[in-house]
Nanobody
Framework: QVHLVESGGGLVQPGGSLRLSCAAS????????MGWYRQAPGKQRELVVI???????KYADSVKGRFTISRDNARNTVYLQMNSLKPEDTAVYYC???????????????WGQGTQVTVSS
């Protein structure tokens, strides 16, 4: 069993900052791509940013220059620093990871439970 546990969501004023964390735990051999997605009310889930185990990244255009993803491979943890937040960033943010369990060593996609981010004055 592999689990992702997220933390760090909350309420923030426009222009403010938040930092999300997501830790993978369980019987893990390797964690490949990790990333963040979000889903606003009435909208489809969308990619925010992903990061490979080597540090390569891909950001959605809407968050470039404001959000920064990083990861600690030793801790199987990914972080999302969100600055200059806007009301349109309001959504449930989901962590995602492509994980190779110890057995069977077949990559699987794992999702976190989601954390609410609300940007409002």
């Amino acid at each position: 069993q592999v689990h992702l546990v997220e933390s760090g969501g909350g309420l923030v004023q426009p222009g403010g900052s938040l930092r999300l964390s997501c830790a993978a735990s369980g019987s893990i051999f390797n964690v490949n791509v990790m990333g963040w997605y979000r889903q606003a009310p009435g909208k489809q889930r969308e990619l925010v940013v992903i990061i490979t185990s080597g540090g390569g990244t891909k950001y959605a255009d809407s968050v470039k220059g404001r959000f920064t993803i990083s990861r600690d491979n030793a801790r199987n943890t990914v972080y999302l620093q969100m600055n200059s937040l806007k009301p349109e960033d309001t959504a449930v943010y989901y962590c995602n990871a492509n994980v190779e369990p110890r057995f069977p060593r077949v990559p699987i996609d794992v999702w976190g439970q989601g954390t609410q981010v609300t940007v409002s004055s």
